[in-house]
């Protein structure tokens, strides 16, 4: 794992002028290319210093093998990666790649990468004893990784089936809400639930019966380092994602809580 990168944020306030404009034709949704290819479709492009390439934090999502066969790994892709990028690019003084990449656990690539994201793992993530293996690895030298959107108990058995192959012997931790991940930029007041944008005028913040309530887990080494975040009922990647389609989805759950909770994480995993 290559040395964890330098940062300090400096912070912008949280009000709507922090991000500009609401543009509501900024982030159009649009079909996937099959190869995963990319364009940015509106989202500001910036140049890194080509004498330090490395000295810049990529986004990078993990590819995995769902028993599903859906390509669940791919939910939200790229726009939900590109926005992310942007905003910190913008919000913060973190030196970020604008290129998002998409890794996986074969890639010996990966562990240049200090923090990767999986979503939707909730028809499980399909790990061969190796994958287990090198996950393991990679957290153990020190990688981070950051899971989203899935919904409800039998979603999370999926995933909890998969996930302790990992840690063995080690249970997830449910984090309250005086967790220094919720404070450590943005002081959030509460454990938030960010919901898809179909669910908008609906006035539920939940996908289903037995998903009301969001839950914030990790795991944590034997000297108490966090190694993996898990956010169950809850969908932050679709605020990143959406925010340029709807002004009220922007406001209520964009700017108010997926893009201060994701600074929060990348923060704190990169601090501690």
């Known amino acids: 794992m290559n040395r964890r990168l330098l940062i300090v944020l400096l912070l912008v306030g949280i009000s709507g002028s ?92 990966l562990f240049d990468f200090p923090f990767i994201y999986i979503i939707e793992p909730g028809h499980g993530l399909g790990l061969l004893d190796e994958d287990v293996e090198t996950l393991r690895r990679y957290i153990d030298n020190g990688g981070f990784v950051f899971v989203d959107d899935f919904w409800g108990e039998p979603e999370w058995e999926f995933f909890y089936r998969d996930i302790e192959r990992v840690f063995p012997g080690r249970e997830p931790v449910e984090l309250p809400l005086d967790h220094p991940i919720f404070h450590i930029v943005y002081d959030l007041t509460e454990k938030p639930q960010i919901p898809s944008i179909q669910w908008l005028y609906s006035g539920l913040t939940y996908e289903r019966h037995d998903a009301q309530t969001p839950h914030y887990r990790a795991y944590f080494d034997d000297e108490g380092g966090l ?46």
């Open 227 to 272: 190694q993996m975040i898990i956010c169950h009922n809850t969908d932050v990647g679709d605020g990143w994602e959406r925010e340029g389609v709807d002004e009220r989805y922007f406001h209520t759950f964009s700017e108010k809580w997926a893009y201060p909770l994701g600074i929060n994480i990348l923060f704190y995993a990169m601090t501690h």
């Open 18 to 109: 922090s991000y500009g404009q609401f543009d509501g034709g900024m982030r159009r949704r649009r079909q996937r290319p099959m190869d995963f290819q990319f364009d940015r479709a509106g989202v500001p492009d910036w140049e890194t210093d080509a004498e330090f390439p490395n000295d810049v934090f990529t986004f990078a999502r993990l590819r995995y093998n769902d028993y599903g066969g859906w390509g669940k790994w791919a939910t939200d892709y790229p726009d939900s990666d590109l926005n992310f990028s942007f905003r910190l690019q913008q919000l913060t003084s973190l030196k970020v790649n604008p290129d998002p990449v998409i890794l996986d656990l074969d890639d010996p690539k």
